[in-house]
């Protein structure tokens, strides 16, 4: 069973930038972040493996940035230039595979609020 803990989401200015940490109480092979807001399904907004190949969501692209620091089995997203269309619950996700299958941990969520 892997825990995920997820810090630094808030209310922000359209502009301005936030950055989210989770950390997992495990090695996680994939790590990312989803979002969900009011009345969306959740939808990925970016991941990365453990050897650090990144993949975004076109929303994300140039604006976010993913990084991971697996010695401490850490997730790191950095969000810049934030609009108003970036408000969400922001969900941590962790991929672990066991040689046979894949199982899927979620973090708490955190609320991201970008303010016009």
């Known amino acids: 069973q892997v825990q995920l803990v997820e810090s630094g989401g808030g209310l922000v200015q359209a502009g301005g930038s936030l950055r989210l940490s989770c950390a997992a109480s495990g090695s996680i092979f994939i790590m990312g972040w989803y979002r969900q807001a009011p009345g969306k399904q959740r939808e990925l907004v970016t991941s990365?493996?453990?050897?650090?190949?990144?993949n975004y969501a076109d929303s994300a692209k140039g604006r976010f940035t993913i990084s991971r620091d697996n010695a401490k089995n850490t997730v790191y997203l950095q969000m810049d230039s934030l609009t108003p269309e970036d408000t969400a619950v922001y969900f941590c996700h962790a991929g672990v595979f066991d040689g046979s299958r894949w199982y899927d941990y979620w973090g708490q969520g955190t609320q991201v609020t970008v303010s016009s």
């Open positions: 990365i493996t453990s050897g650090g190949i990144p």
